[in-house]
Each structure stands twice: as structure tokens, then as C-alpha cells.
């Protein structure tokens, strides 16, 4: 499975906008990347998944490179209750398992 | 949609005792589920993917005599950990798959602490 980067801490003022970024350059034909988030003591929550294309749904955006090295997850207006570390992981669609990085915790202050 | 519950959502034991911890897949089918053990502070460590019908295939690492792993039905898959020893003691997460999707859904999680 491919890797992937994060940066380990982000903050972001409540109301606003969230972009995290994730980065997959080795990632192959056949990967998709999916967006977790754990709050704590939880099991992960789906957030969103794409191939090649971005993605929108009631959660959140997802902004895939041309390239597909990289992506970014938004979050339109972040609240407190979207404090949790954020998993971006590339998915093998053939293996269907999955390497979870360090992640990307993520603060939202009032 | 894509609910799965774990079963119990936390346990003590004894050391040596034997603990088994259930997975299901509430209103979908899933051929493969994973089990992931998560240590505080730590990210998700992936232990095994477990196949209906078949055996599991456990990554390196991972003991299989002590991690037992039945996934007897297409909404239950169970992890048993045999003599639990105090460093078991850990997070256990489940995910299912549902057939014809690549999404994973995660459990809740299991807390297990051993004495």
C-alpha cells in the first residue's frame, strides 16, 4: 500500500474553513484515497473517498491533484465537534486493506 | 446505513484468561473485515483481515495462535485473544467492507485492559 504524509498538528478557528493536506506520490492506478477522522476513544468515521476526481458530500470536499500525489480534505466551516485526528490512507481496491499513517490532529478554537 | 457494533465496548480481565470480542456488520454484508489494535497516543496497526468462509490472513507480526479470528457468517467476525497478558491490553477496532464497495466501516471499538 502506499504511504502517506501528514502534518501532525493543525489549528483552525471555528467558522472557518479547514484544509488538510495529505501527500501519496507513491500511489498506483489502482488506489483509492479515503479520508478518516477518530475522535477520541472512537472508532474512525468515514469522511469521504476519491480516485482521480474531487469529491463533495455533506461532510466535506476533496481535492485530488492532477498528478494524484496529493490531496486536500476541507472542511467548509469547522466546528469544535470537528476536533479529532484526521487519517488520509490510500486503499487498495484489489488487497481492500489499509495502512493508517500518523494522522493529522486537528484543533478548532473558538 | 454502514453501522457496525463491537461486542463488548470494554473488558477486564485476568492474566492468562481468554477474551472474545465480536464484530458485526448491522445492515449490510461483508465478506472481509479487518482488525486493527490502536495503542494510546498511537495510530491504527492493521492485525489481521479476516474472510468468510476462510481463514485469516494475519500480518507480520501477529501471532495467530493468539490472535484467533472467526468469521463464521457474513455479519460476524470474532477475535479472540487467548491467555491475555497485560501488554494485550490495547484498543481493538473492527472494520467491515460491504460486498462490491472499497469503503471500510469502523466499529467503536473494544477497550480491553488485562490484569
Known sequence: DAKTTQPPSMDCAEGRAANLPCNHSTISGNEYVYWYRQIHSQGP?????????????????????????SSTLILPH?????????????TNT????????DGTTLTVKP | GAVVSQ???????????SVKIECRSLDFQATTMFW??????QSLMLMA??????????EQGVEKDKFLINHASLTLSTLTVTSAHPEDSSFYICSARPDLSETQYFGPGTR???L
Not at chain 1, 473517498?49 to 492532477?66: P, R
Not at chain 1, 484489489?94 to 499513517?101: E, I, L, P, R, V
Not at chain 2, 461486542?7 to 484468561?17: E, L, W
Open chain 1, 94 to 101: 484489489n488487497a481492500g486493506k489499509s495502512t493508517f499513517g
Open chain 2, 112 to 114: 480491553l485492559l488485562v
Open chain 1, 78 to 90: 469547522a466546528t469544535l465537534r470537528d476536533t479529532a485526528v484526521y487519517y488520509c490512507i490510500v
Open chain 1, 45 to 69: 468515521q468515514y469522511i469521504i473517498h476519491g480516485l482521480k476526481n474531487n469529491e463533495t458530500n455533506e461532510m466535506a470536499s476533496l481535492i485530488i491533484t492532477e498528478d494524484r500525489k
Open chain 2, 7 to 17: 461486542h463488548p465496548s470494554r473488558v477486564i480481565c485476568k492474566s492468562g484468561t
Open chain 2, 49 to 58: 483481515t479476516s474472510n468468510e468462509g476462510s481463514k485469516a490472513t494475519y
Open chain 2, 36 to 41: 486493527y489494535r490502536q495503542f494510546p497516543k
